[in-house]
């Protein structure tokens, strides 16, 4: 059964080479610098003094996400937000996807009165910069809990599962995982998929573009998906010995 | 087999009463009013003259959208992104989904360096205003196109399929069909599915809102939303004579 | 006497055919869509929580407009003003000259710290939307006072006339009522009467356009206003079932 | 007949001490310095670089205004709208009225493709800065057309009528002239008067603030408009050597 | 030895023509109008209600300065800040310098909790306007605070240094004083410099404009500075009857 | 002779542990991660596509900077200026510094009509970012400039001096060299200085924070400077191979 060559020789089911840098950052609660391939992205867990009204008198707390593209993370120089006074389309939906996926798998009434933010920031973008700031954001996050227990501000880790996210894609029918940039253009279809060690779902996201798929096909990205963030899983548990605590 | 009640009486497969306007606007190149319970939608279709850069020498045409709701769309007055001065977040992730769904179904080549917007102004807000735009908007679409075939402005009817959206959740485990605002606010699980009248998947938005799911629970809401997406278009192909052209 | 023939065949002194719908909104304390002709305005009142602070502790309450158009509301789409991040001075001229003539019918004393928000959004516009939000938006006014004086919020109805607005013009000389979108754009003069049942006087607004005129045109204008303002409250009392309260 | 005193000592009908020197700022084709009472303007005329895009290929130029506070120019310190990024509707609503005003006296058709702006900067505010500001406008304005003739840039003087404003208001029952601060924020009806040196009407604004006003009390601002306003046109004529050339 | 000679025939250390008005404005605190050349700017201190939330009990005041140009102050009309809706890079770094350097000479623990704006408006710009801004905001910072004083608003005279400033700038070589327009463009370095009568430095920025200099030049651009600035303190002694309480 | 001690046990006269990694970033044009001491800064330069429009037909190119700090790069986290949709004054300054000190050692006619931008983005912050940002900008531009002489973009090396930048202090009265954060709070006098290999200066910006200095402390501070400069750009030999092309 033959099928398509991808340019850096990977298998259609093969991510690529990865490595978590645990706490990169001297002044965070929690950091991790994730690279995926030639994707590089910086993640800052902050307890953020600003607690959003609508968890007030709520006993829960909120994690949201900010994601941000470095000017010269990408092979052609994109504008920097700041400078347009204006945070773009893509971006809103990449945080708001980040912040989501992390709220899933914590109990929020462990975090009570508690605003946390995510800080993705890419340094070098080579495809599937979102799904790496969940990974990366995950590891943030449970290092910033692990010291604000020490640290007696909460009482118990709120997160009981561990979390990873991939994309997935179909380029010419065939399904492929782990997209770099020039798999991710020429894909019709592209999905995010973040789920957790226990084989839950906690977001789907297929997208056809400009094109159309049919329901074997999704089924197919989700198990190739799962099969990727089986891999991712097992690192993190490996960089956190094993126990979220 | 005993399922949950819900406020309206429906059945958990049941969509909510639906009405098609077409062209209630006077000078739209096409345009519609849909209502899916108390959720109302104006969607306009324009020939705009602005074409992004990125067509520019690429022979192809381009479709995008824009969403909005009315201050007093919903219970609580929401102010005016216009008088903030920013388009949030939640409103660039939707406009970004109608659009992108749109194009899924048009042969973007047969409008050369043709630029269409679809105004999704939200009336009236109760749920599933972002799947009711998408359904509403090619309605609003395809009457456009058919009067720019008319005109000569295009040469061929870029169309060949129906589509149409509709939401499911997950409440208290089990799947319920088409969510008005309070139980979209009570899911633990929130899906936009969006179909072809061939049964093709074009988006599969699935999101665990602080919750994860399974890929059996995937499947049954993707089920019981191509349940809802049937009856809208064959709505559809009544209201447009059952010819796209 | 020959006058001028008007493209719609009306008379010098004829206003166009109009509608008043009550309350079409389901959220809004009070509402009403009026229709002149082609051009049709949403008028929304709410109660709303945020008090501006000039009024605090003075005893009194406050009452102001916002205008927009939806894009598609005119022959050519006029882009989101969201989009642009900025309020054309043309709104905020509109959205003052509304909010200035409802209060002048209305005893901010009787609705003590409180912020009514009158939104007016024109889903179709075909001239005189300006005047045309003065209207729906007295009614809007009215029906949400009503219910706020059912509800106990107000003690006492702060309305004690009716008011309504029309738009008049001198076109080659000759005066006339209520303009179109096409009169509009002729005339040389263009003035917005704004008037109570009892004939008094709440905003005279008189404009050269790029032309001058005289005391006597302007007497003859404040006439056919006058005449067409009696109409439209005929209307409303009507409507209303000749009570304020 | 017993009348109201005003805390100047001023007649009803009596307007403020004022002076307008000629060309005060070195840069600028036109400008003038207006004092009326101790409110201040720099009016400079600009023939600007910049040609908006409706006038091209018209035939006609365009003419139009911007104004601004200095944040010290009243009691109260103003935080400039340049910190906020945002104008006010008060600005727009008055640079709109200015420009409207100003293109009434002109024949566009005599500055073809060009575009003069008119800077209304208020050094210091005691009332009526917006009629103060048509009036010193009109000075640079004629000022700058002169030298746009004699250096041939344009071929004959557009101007062909005086043109100045004033304010008027009713305080407790009773008309007054040029009103000052103290006394604008007092009155309940408040006009702005723009007429010709041939007694033609420009701009009829008559406002009631929080209160309505009849037809006979209308007739009367403007007759007391009208009677301050020739005094500005003497001064203006003096001052221009009695030729608007 | 032969040096080079200056437009407006000036020797090398000559300082332009100069002149401070005190208190042109009838409402600040304190205000200035200064004139260096055709350079002209209005400053004007207001003790303001607004307490920046950094000095919050810290038992200290503040002092910061706004700075802006009438779109007419130069040669070619400069655009609106509050049309762009952002603030220019230039006009930051010099309302920081403003700020700071008077800041410099003033015991803030004088005026605890307080805070002093100094507005710096240039009514016209020909050179030298951020040096003029620091010069003329001394004089009416130190108005306002005798006002203060006076009224018991403040216990202490919180100033016990003169202050001025003055650009400089290397020509061919040669260092010149007191740069107008045209000489500063000319530069090839251009230094900002600020003293006080007791000779102290409290700013000094000198910048090669594409060039470089050396400690020789840097220390000729200071005395030839100070020379000036002795000047210009002079002046200042005599206006504030040689003491500044 | 004692000397005051710092917290690092740093001789006054020394300069942090300091490292440059070249090219640390796949797409831009040069690239540079300094980091001196605790301080790290990814400096990236690209040929811009935009060309200002005030270089057009001048025969000249341009360079400038952008400087930016990811929101935890500091001890508190610092809000992303694309989400306030400003850009700080603080960030205009030092953009605009680095922007003018490296083009004074470029010449600009070698680049005719290119636009190079430096981007400088701390990814951590611990004191003289700026002055990093310099050096650090200044190898990325030398990187990029080989780059382009390599391809012919350019035909002449554009650059002939070497250029670092340090800053210096006054602390209870000494001068120290290279502050980190808590001593930069700390002094009373703030330099910045910028100079080439041949000891020429480029950029002097000595600053009293809240105090006043002499001119022999000034003296000091620029040869504790030019001590430190040596040492970087020495090590900017070293990595360059000691020849700029």
Known sequence: EITIVRADRRKQKEIRPFEIILN???YAEGSSLIKMGSTQVLCCATLDEYVPPFIKDTGKGWIDAEYSMLPRSSQTRVPRESVKGKIKGRTHEIQRLIGRSLRAVVDLSLIPEKHIIIDCDVLQAD???RTASIT???IALVLALRK???????EKMPVERYLAAIS???LDGEVILDLNYEE????SVDMNLVMTDKKELVEVQATGE???F?????DRMIEYGWYGIQQLIKAEKNLLAHQLL
Request: overall charge negative; some cysteine; proline content about 3%.
């Open 24 to 26: 990169p950052n001297k």
């Open 184 to 187: 991710d253009s020429a894909c």
């Open 214 to 218: 049919d329901k074997k096909q999704l």
């Open 136 to 138: 990366g954001g995950f």
């Open 148 to 154: 604000l227990l020490k640290e007696n501000v909460i």
């Open 210 to 212: 400009e094109e159309v």
């Open 168 to 170: 997935v894609g179909i």
């Open 127 to 129: 495809g599937g910069t």
